[in-house]
């Protein structure tokens, strides 16, 4: 398994443990406190990736243009799939080169 799956599991399983992290907020006046505990923002986890993934698409459709958009499908003939599948760093620069 690649390392970031790895990275991405372990930080949904501590996703909202305030031994992880938190925010406290104090009133000033009556001295109460508040303990807002820090979520993993993981896309691959629903209950904070929600949030980030419609924050994601409001930032897209704000960089948008604003014209008719088309749709089309790019994809990587078999007998070369392997070789990117090994080398996922070049796909930035293939994607970009179809673009």
Not at 17 to 32: F, H
Not at 62 to 91: A, C, D, G, W
């Amino acid at each position: 398994m690649r390392e970031h799956i790895i990275t991405t599991v372990e930080k949904s399983l501590s996703c909202g443990d305030i031994e992880v992290g938190y925010a406290e907020y104090i009133c000033l006046e009556c001295g109460e406190n508040k303990k807002k505990r820090f979520t993993c923002k993981s896309k691959f986890f629903t209950r904070s990736g929600r949030l980030y993934t419609l924050k994601w698409v409001e930032r897209q459709q704000q960089l948008m243009l604003k014209v008719t958009h088309r749709h089309s499908v790019f994809t990587i003939p078999e007998e070369l799939r392997i070789y990117f599948y090994r080398n996922r760093k070049l796909l930035k620069e293939l994607m970009d080169g179809v673009y």
